[in-house]
């Protein structure tokens, strides 16, 4: 336990970061002892946007929970639908049809650039920049309005569903996410204008915020964080699900261990993404877009598991089920919430500062952590 | 000495090369700054007329009535099963035909609660008569609650002839 | 001729017509102090609407434009709201020295105005030691940013007002630095003789490159000690959600950014007065058709148009930068600022001395 207020019996400054802090992104809540400015220990306090999704799930059927999923981490809402639909899937020993595994790996790709444009933005304004937050989400408004159009929502768009995706893609889909990579490609050099070459920025994460690749293992941490420190973790080429193992994209690695390479791994990623989607968006086989599948799914008695890379880390989905319509036991396996445990390692020793920019390059989503 | 001449060259290299960075970012800004047809902004209220919403974007469940006042519900609730929140609610009876004098399962009442549905699209993917759809509304605020249980069928409303 | 320093004039003799001496300076010292505190509200007004502007543009929005033609009253909208509401004093706060130290930054905001000369011969005082009273009174707003912060018992208060003191201690020297350099060329520290000695040309056009790093490092240095992004760590919004005013609310927030603008706009008068002339047009040379266009334009006009300048360079700076972290602000103060400011005096002193410049 910690004291509420005031300092420990060393004299250090005990502060209550969070639960409402502008730089929390959500409602963590940080216990930071404080000498001076120095950091000397920092402890996350999880569970103000507990919802118990996972037992929410247990009384939904395999077709109705996955929409609950979208509230774990909303910004890659559809990977973390996908990896549900992929994991009943598994248990129905369903084929998904080629045009719906195109489409569901164009939407993943999409929600990792628009999850990744917002990340640099906020990444940005933690740093005291707000004016690259306006410009990601410039961009980013363009595929929110894409998947508005093919799959009715912005941002909980529930397009997955068990045997391919709930609509066909819309007429108008192919011309406007081309018209968005040409938006893409004019902008990209914004970004470095902006925030990676500036000098302030740079010393600002350079240096900071570092974990070698043992910890990083030991941590557990997926996603961007792995793959700053050099541990290969990208699920997409690890154990390729959908068709990534025919397409050509690069995992990203970056040897630098501190913050601004975690910075450039998203901002590498996002043109990974763009190569995957330009590979893919003049090739969407025809047929159908949803296998057919019985009105009540059931799995067989067993267990389930499956996982995809969302655009913080690995996601995996455990489904143990007793043979019913409903799941006995759903158990996530979320990135952020073993990403968020690496911060206290990250931030030792730091400045405040430097507590906000690591936070900020471990792009935390509090519900994922919380669920 | 010459190592002091290696520490001032790369001094003045570094003060270089940051202002160099931040007049680059300076001149991204003042590009904007001067450019006002790159301005983004929507002014939503004022747009209203002219805004439109993708034909699949999901404000609310609404049913189809057709200008006879006639749907397509039978009353089969396979929406209030697909439905994972409980917001769809149907409430049956009998209609008793007027020719044959038989008795036929009707809706009463479908009883919609807006305030409790997350627009997951479940039940008009459940429907097999097509009896319901998503509308485009998105201005569901009002000022009590019991306003956004709603009632899809309209008074007076039937089955349509043919639809079983 | 309709000029500020001929309306000043103008009340002047008719006071001293109508009543004795005493009252004269007396019922002008009233008028001053309205015309300061008029200048303060009309400030506040337009330096808030401005940088709402400046920011919507750069961040490709339209920023404020419901209230007023083109959204021009909107500060005005939004002092109003400060006017009414509640001035909450945090429990465990020291009540007087929290509720004293709004003030405390007013004050030390006006009495920078004094020696400030907005036009052609209109100046409030123009007295002998300008530049060294107005950088000593400047050191005395970081007392009420300590004050605010420790008063409030608050720790995020704390460490923004201790951050701010380190902050503004260390860039008064660099500051203090850059304009001595125009001290050193003009010989003299009262304002309207530097204005004077730049009849001819702007100092930033006759002093060579040691003068433009000298205005440059005021630039700076004038940033971090309004606390400014990308130098706002004693307010760092992502960092200590509002710094040294988080327990403030109301009157006495908006008194803190009222003092933060109009110390920005002090900051800019000086220097434009410093380097850019003040109230003195553009002239080149011997072109004598074009120097009497610019002397057409009144002196205030070419007063406020520099300062406005500044102000939006200062404010461009806060809209694209992201912020420093505390040891870089240091860092920069002692190991790049301080060193070359210092060398460049040396430079400045040798062309003032040679009579280098033009």
Same mark, same amino acid.
């Given at each position: ?29 940080? @216990? ?46 559809? !990977?973390? $639908? ?75 768009? $529930? ?107 998203? !901002? ?48 995996? @989905? ?54 | ?43 939503? *209220? ?29 009353? =089969?609730?396979? =929406? ?47 429907? *097999? ?25 309209? *008074? ?9 | ?34 015309? +300061? ?21 750069? #961040? ?49 905001? %006006?009495?920078? /105005? ?22 000593? +009174? ?41 304009? /001595? ?41 004038? &940033? ?21 005013? &988080?327990?403030?609310?109301? %009157? ?75 040891? #870089? ?30």
């Amino acid at each position: 336990m910690f004291e509420e207020v005031g300092t420990t019996t060393e004299g250090d400054l005990i502060i209550n970061m969070g639960p409402q802090h502008p730089a929390t992104h959500g409602v963590l809540h940080l @216990v930071v002892t404080l000498n001076g400015e120095t950091i000397k220990n920092v402890e996350p306090h999880l569970g103000y946007i507990h919802r118990s999704i996972e037992k929410m799930c247990e009384s939904l059927t395999y077709r109705q929970f996955i929409y609950v999923t979208s509230r774990m981490d909303y910004l890659s809402a559809h !990977i973390n $639908n996908h990896a549900c639909a992929m994991c009943v899937e598994k248990g129905l020993q369903l084929e998904v049809p080629p045009r719906a595994q195109v489409i569901r790996v164009l939407m993943d790709e999409l929600t990792r650039l628009a999850s990744h444009e917002l990340w640099w933005g906020a990444m940005a304004m933690d740093l005291g920049a707000f004016t690259p937050f306006f410009h990601a989400f410039r961009e980013r408004e363009v595929i929110n309005d894409i998947m508005e159009e093919t799959c009715g929502a912005r941002l909980t768009m $529930n397009y997955m569903v068990p045997g391919g995706v709930m609509h066909d893609l819309h007429p108008n889909f192919q011309q406007r996410v081309k018209d968005f990579l040409q938006l893409y490609k004019r902008k990209i050099h914004e970004y470095d204008e902006l925030v990676t070459g500036n000098i302030i920025f740079q010393n600002r994460m350079k240096g900071v915020g570092i974990i070698s690749p043992e910890d990083v293992i030991s941590y557990g941490c997926t996603g961007p964080v792995a793959r700053g420190s050099g541990v290969s973790s990208d699920v997409r080429k690890l154990y390729p699900y959908e068709i990534y193992d025919k397409l050509e994209f690069d995992e990203v690695l970056e040897d630098g261990c501190d913050s601004f390479a975690r910075y450039m791994v998203r !901002i590498r990623e996002m043109q990974q993404s763009v190569r995957i989607i330009e590979q893919l968006i003049d090739n969407i086989p025809d047929g159908e877009f949803q296998a057919k599948t019985k009105a009540v799914l059931k799995l067989p008695k067993g267990e389930f598991y499956s996982k995809a890379e969302t655009a913080r880390g690995e996601l995996g @989905v455990y489904i143990v089920s007793e043979g019913g319509t409903t799941p006995y036991r759903i158990k996530f396996r979320s990135p952020g919430f073993s990403n968020l445990s690496a911060l206290n390692h990250l931030v030792k020793g730091g400045k405040i500062g430097d507590l906000i920019a690591a936070m900020g390059t471990l792009d935390l989503v509090i519900p994922d952590i919380d669920r | 000495m010459e190592d002091e001449a290696m520490f001032l060259k790369q001094y003045i290299q570094d003060i270089w090369g940051a202002i160099k960075s931040l007049a680059t970012g300076m001149k991204r800004t003042g590009y904007y700054f001067t450019h006002h047809k790159e301005i983004i902004t929507q002014q939503y *209220p004022d747009n209203r007329d002219t805004l439109v919403l993708p034909e699949r974007f999901k404000g609310e469940v609404v049913m189809i009535h057709d200008e006879n006042n006639e749907h397509a519900c039978t009353g =089969c609730t396979a =929406c209030e099963l697909a439905c994972p929140n409980a917001t769809i609610k149907i409430i049956t009876k009998f209609d008793v035909d007027a020719e044959t004098g038989k008795k036929k399962k009707a809706i009463d009442t479908f009883v919609y609660h807006l305030e409790l549905c997350t627009m997951c699209n479940l039940c008009v993917e459940a429907c *097999p008569t097509d009896a319901i759809k998503m509308a485009q509304t998105f201005e569901h605020s009002v000022f009590d609650r019991s306003q956004l249980t709603k009632k899809l069928n309209k *008074p007076g409303s039937k089955i349509r002839a043919g639809i079983e | 001729m309709w000029s500020l320093s001929n309306i000043a004039a103008n009340i002047d003799q008719w006071l001293n017509a109508n009543m004795s001496p005493t009252w004269a300076l007396i019922v002008e010292m009233v008028i001053a102090g309205v015309a +300061v505190i008029g200048l303060f509200a009309a400030l506040g007004l337009v330096l808030v609407i401005m940088e709402r502007k400046v920011s919507a543009w750069i #961040q490709i929005r339209l920023g404020p434009n419901r209230v007023g033609p083109k959204g021009m009253l909107q500060s005005l909208a939004d002092t109003l709201k400060l006017l009414v509401k509640e001035g909450m004093t945090p429990g465990g706060a020291d009540k007087l020295l929290f509720n004293v130290a709004p003030f405390v930054a007013m004050i030390v905001a %006006m009495l920078l /105005l004094a020696p400030i000369a907005f036009a052609k011969d209109f100046q409030l005082w123009d007295l002998n030691i300008g530049v060294l009273y107005i950088s000593a +009174v400047s050191s005395i707003s970081v007392i009420s940013i300590l004050m605010a912060g420790w008063a409030s018992n608050n720790k995020y208060s704390l460490l923004g007002a201790m951050r701010s003191g380190a902050q503004i201690v260390s860039y008064e020297l660099s500051a203090g630095l850059a304009v /001595l350099a125009i001290v050193v060329l003009t010989g003299s520290l009262r304002i309207s003789d530097i204005i004077q000695a730049q009849e001819n040309g702007w100092w930033l056009f006759k002093g060579h490159i040691p003068v433009i790093i000298a205005f440059i490092i005021f630039i700076i240095a004038v &940033t971090a000690e309004t606390n400014r992004a990308p130098f706002d760590l004693a307010e760092a919004e992502s960092e200590l959600t509002a710094g040294f005013h &988080t327990e403030y609310s109301g %009157m006495k927030f908006a008194l803190f950014f009222l003092a933060e603008y109009v110390n920005v706009f002090i900051v800019c008068a000086i220097g434009a007065t410093l380097f850019l002339g003040g109230w003195m047009p553009f002239h080149i040379g011997n072109w004598h058709a074009f120097n009497g266009v610019m002397d057409w334009i009144p002196s205030s006009v070419w007063f406020f148009g520099k300062t406005f300048f500044l102000i939006f360079v200062i404010m461009w700076f806060r809209w694209t930068f992201p912020r420093l972290r505390i040891d #870089q602000l240091l860092n920069l103060e002692w190991k790049y600022l301080l060193p070359i400011s210092m060398f460049n005096l040396l430079l400045v002193t040798l062309i003032a001395i040679m009579g280098w410049h033009f």
